[in-house]
């Protein structure tokens, strides 16, 4: 049976932060909520957990994955990121957009797009996301809770421990999640940003 936690979406309890964070470091698989929809997360190296996540969601060998980031330094170790485009993250995070990077070594090539060589990253502008991170020290794993056959991620807590127990280790309950994902932009090619996906954020500014 799953674990249910329930944390304040403005005032996340430690204790209950610091367990979420157990699980991930154990090689588990969580659900949780960000600032656009509720989310899929495990940690950076866990294979184990990756592989699940993949047979949940039915993801292709081309999918991009993403790293959850609590700000930009996160990022260096792992993403390519010219001047002129950090401005444009720094502009713009955190917020609801993941951006399309070039990948170090540092990514575990499963991560990483096969041919582009590319990694997402995101900051996000959630209280609990940003407490798991502060508490994880690294990045963590992410994947939108879109499952197969569904039009939009699922956004109520108790749908999703219906549809998840069992499945997941641990679903994190912070309110009720929003149905639009991130925007995605993708800056790998050096010649500016490109618009993969339009979403929660705002594209009027992004040039």
Not at 38 to 51: M, R, V
Not at 71 to 100: C, F, M, Q
Not at 109 to 138: D, F, N, S, Y
Request: hydrophobic share 40%; aromatic share 4%; with cysteine.
């Amino acid at each position: 049976m799953t674990k249910v936690l329930h944390i304040h979406p403005e005032t996340p309890q430690p204790r209950l932060v610091r367990e979420a964070v157990e699980v991930l470091r154990g090689g588990g698989l969580i659900a949780y909520p960000t600032d656009t929809t509720y989310a899929l997360g495990c940690g950076i190296g866990e294979k184990a957990a990756l592989d699940r996540l993949v047979r949940l969601r039915r993801l292709d060998d081309k999918h991009q994955f993403t790293l959850l980031c609590q700000d930009l330094s996160a990022l260096a170790p792992y993403a390519k990121v010219e001047n002129s485009d950090y401005r444009l993250l720094k502009a713009h995070t955190p917020g609801a957009y993941t951006w399309i990077l070039r990948g170090t070594n540092e990514v575990p090539r499963r991560l990483m797009h096969p041919k582009k060589r590319t990694i997402g990253i995101r900051v996000p502008e959630h209280v609990i996301c940003q407490a798991l991170l502060a508490e994880m020290g690294e990045p963590i794993m992410t994947s939108t809770l879109l499952l197969p056959g569904d039009e939009y991620p699922l956004t109520d807590p108790v749908d999703i421990r219906n549809v998840l127990d069992g499945h997941v280790d641990l679903i994190i309950d912070g309110g009720f999640g929003g149905m639009t994902e991130t925007s995605v932009i993708s800056l790998a090619d050096g010649t500016g940003p490109e618009v993969i996906r339009a979403g929660a954020g705002a594209l009027d500014s992004i040039h």
